[in-house]
């Protein structure tokens, strides 16, 4: 069986997957990409799921921006976040499922 190597001949792939398993793979970062799903969350909306504090929240939803996993968008005086690489949702679903039986 030849062994797969389409990802490896590819640096930047490599690279970028890292990235973005390192960015969320803190639990708190994590639990907040699962509230987040498949839709827009203002930061509100986030601190009542997670139930943490607003700058915790906060300062783990800026490391998931610089890191390019989150989007945010300004809607009067609310910022809304979503997830930007439908790769990021694939992911988070088949954790879901390995380790959450979902």
Not at 28 to 41: E, M, P, T, Y
Not at 70 to 89: C, F, P, Q, S
């Amino acid at each position: 069986m030849p062994i797969r190597t389409s990802i490896i001949d590819r640096q930047e792939h490599i690279e970028q997957a890292a990235r973005a398993l390192k960015s969320i793979s803190h639990p708190l970062r994590l639990k907040i990409l699962c509230v987040i799903g498949d839709q827009d969350a203002c930061v509100q909306e986030i601190v009542e799921a997670v139930g943490t504090s607003q700058s915790n929240i906060s300062q783990h939803l800026a490391i998931l921006r610089e890191k390019g996993v989150l989007i945010a968008r300004k809607e009067a005086n609310r910022v809304y976040y979503r997830v930007g690489d439908a790769r990021t949702l694939q992911l988070i679903s088949m954790m879901r499922e390995v380790f959450c039986g979902d």
